[in-house]
């Protein structure tokens, strides 16, 4: 990445490949009806923000969406020029998936227009098709191709939260550990923050392939249709989880409420037991005149014996009761 901000600005060939120009070719660049432009900037710069606002000629509603901080997933159709915010899973290395990165687009017939904060590997990808003269050849299938990379690299993602709900359930099953509860936790958390993005995402290819837009044909508006009903599996996957992960926190719950309850009904029997027998010892045991045996010298033994026949007979009575 250059220090001006500029990541990538690059002339499409529309035969698969591209040339990169310098940032100061493209404040003096003419646009050619024959010809892609591709512009990708760190939209926190300052040479992001003078050439999107004084050079690129774009409306500026969508100048404002390019440069903006924060961001959701959303299509915005502006005549024949799409203005789009999609998110990708975060698979930079030390990094949470479910930090999802953004990067805002602008796509007309001859420009698009990117900005972003972090690297995106769809982004990546796309460059090196181009170096490798298999890209996309015009903005229709670069549209589909940014937004099926962003799709596919979810799925690895989800998959392995499905795996980690999976073997939640059969610890669960197998085990009563406490150490359960942090792991369930962090699998709701990362299910919450995927379908966070996931459900507006869906909403914003779904526009895509309903919008007329004459430069997207149908073969690639086919292909934004199977990338939608690849999102809605994904949103359904997400709350399947987070239902089932839902289910093994009640179960988990209802296992130490039981083992709570076993233990306390334990030591409500033990007290039952022992309350009038310490009643009998600590009224025997004070320090004044008249205490019955205390001149005998098997009153001790006498009273030990007592309490014994005492305690086993509370505990024939539970027994018979069905208390325990």
């Not at 392995?160 to 999976?166: E, G, H, L, P, V």
């Not at 197998?174 to 958390?189: C, G, V």
């Not at 997400?238 to 239902?243: A, G, Q, T």
């Not at 205490?291 to 505990?315: H, K, R």
Request: hydrophobic letters at 40%; proline letters at 2%; a negative charge.
């Amino acid at each position: 990445m250059s220090q001006k901000g500029l990541v990538h600005a690059l002339v499409f060939d529309k035969k698969g490949s591209a040339k990169e120009i310098s940032y100061e070719h493209l404040k003096n660049y003419e646009y050619d009806d024959g010809l892609l432009l591709w512009v990708h900037f760190v939209y926190s710069s300052s040479e992001a923000n003078e050439w999107i606002a004084e050079y690129s000629g774009i409306d500026p509603i969508a100048v404002e969406a390019l440069l903006t901080d924060e961001t959701r997933p959303r299509t915005t159709i502006l005549d024949e020029n799409i203005l789009i915010a999609l998110r990708g899973v975060n698979l930079n290395p030390n990094s949470d998936p479910e930090d999802m990165i953004s990067i805002r687009l602008y796509i007309s017939e001859n420009l698009i227009i990117s900005t972003k904060k972090r690297d995106l590997l769809s982004v990546k990808d796309i460059v090196n098709s181009l170096n490798h003269n298999k890209g996309p050849i015009n903005s229709s299938e670069f549209l589909v191709a940014i937004a099926d990379r962003l799709t596919c690299r979810m799925e690895g993602t989800i998959d392995n939260i499905q795996d980690n709900a999976s073997e939640i359930e059969e610890l669960v099953i197998e085990s009563n550990s406490l150490e359960l509860r942090t792991k369930i936790s962090t699998i709701r958390r990362e299910a919450i923050a995927l379908r966070r993005y996931l459900s507006p995402q869906r909403e914003a290819i779904y526009t895509l392939y309903h919008a007329k837009i004459s430069w997207i044909n149908d073969y690639d508006k086919i292909q934004l249709r199977e990338i939608n009903d690849q999102l809605i599996r994904y949103v359904e996957e997400l709350d399947s989880i987070n239902d089932k992960v839902a289910l093994v926190q009640d179960e988990l719950t209802n296992k130490v409420t039981e083992q709570m309850n076993k233990r306390m009904y334990l030591l409500s029997i033990i007290s039952a037991i022992f309350l009038p027998l310490g009643f009998l010892t600590g009224l025997l045991g004070i320090n004044v005149g008249g205490i019955p045996g205390a001149e005998n010298t098997n009153s001790f033994m006498i009273f030990t014996v007592f309490l014994l026949v005492m305690g086993v007979l509370q505990y024939y009575l539970l027994k018979k009761f069905k208390w325990i």
